[in-house]
């Protein structure tokens, strides 16, 4: 069972429409949850960090966390074009310190 | 400030040949750490220093691969007799160090290996 999973998508939405990304991890212990971008070609870039069970938002983007389901997900509102990326998800341990990557949904905004 | 800096961006070698990957943290960041993305995916945690502590090496896929990190800062990806499946983006990403689970990383640009 792999550490982190995400569904490989391709995920297309229309310009404006709300966009989900999901992500479950196995280990219990995870304690810190990241939510990164990656444009073709490029390293990925920190959008979203969540600790707590809820959610955080930050402008179009919320974080949800439910770490009974060990689950974690992204809403991106409104939708733009160039919100056409793919998207890791990452977990951290309280120990080593180690991050753990999915192998990332790519996401397509049609306009 | 100025981000994480790699050297080379591309980098074509011939399999046998050794090569070393640069990476330059953010400035005050004493976590480092090295990853490799294949094409389509995800990120394979390879090593993470962190201040003067021994590094975390049990991402290393093989004894051909080494790193050092250099006076806390400065840190060098060695992959020795290079072979053809070892061709892809090499990431490193600095942070801050926090005790603790909360530390958020910072990636580089990568470098593109291609071994022929």
């Known amino acids: 069972q792999k550490e982190v999973e995400q569904n490989s998508g391709p995920l297309s939405v229309p310009e404006g429409a709300i966009a989900s990304l999901n992500c479950t991890y196995s280990d219990r212990v995870s304690q810190s949850f990241f939510w990164y971008r990656q444009y073709s070609g490029k390293s990925p870039e920190l959008i979203m960090s969540i600790y707590s069970n809820g959610d955080k938002e930050d402008g179009r983007f919320t974080a949800q966390l439910n770490k009974a389901s060990q689950y974690v997900s992204l809403l991106i509102r409104d939708s733009q074009p160039s919100d056409s990326a793919t998207y890791l998800c990452?977990?951290?341990?309280?120990?080593?310190?180690?991050?753990?990557f999915g192998t990332g949904t790519s996401l397509t905004v049609i306009p | 400030g100025a981000g994480v800096s790699q050297s080379p961006s591309n980098k074509v070698t011939e399999k046998g040949k050794d090569v070393e990957l640069r990476c330059d943290p953010i400035s005050g960041h004493t976590a480092l750490y090295w990853y490799r993305q294949s094409l389509g995916q995800g990120l394979e945690f390879l090593i993470y220093f962190q201040g003067n502590s021994a590094p975390d090496k049990s991402g290393l896929p093989s004894d051909r691969f080494s790193a050092e990190r250099t006076g806390g800062s400065v840190s060098t990806l060695t992959i020795q007799r290079t072979q053809q499946e070892d061709s892809a983006v090499y990431l490193c990403?600095?942070?801050?160090?926090?005790?603790?689970?909360?530390?958020?990383?910072?990636f580089g640009p990568g470098t593109r290996l291609t071994v022929l």
């Open positions: 990452a977990v951290n341990r309280d120990t080593g310190n180690q991050f753990y």
């Open positions: 990403a600095s942070g801050r160090g926090v005790l603790g689970s909360t530390d958020t990383q910072y």
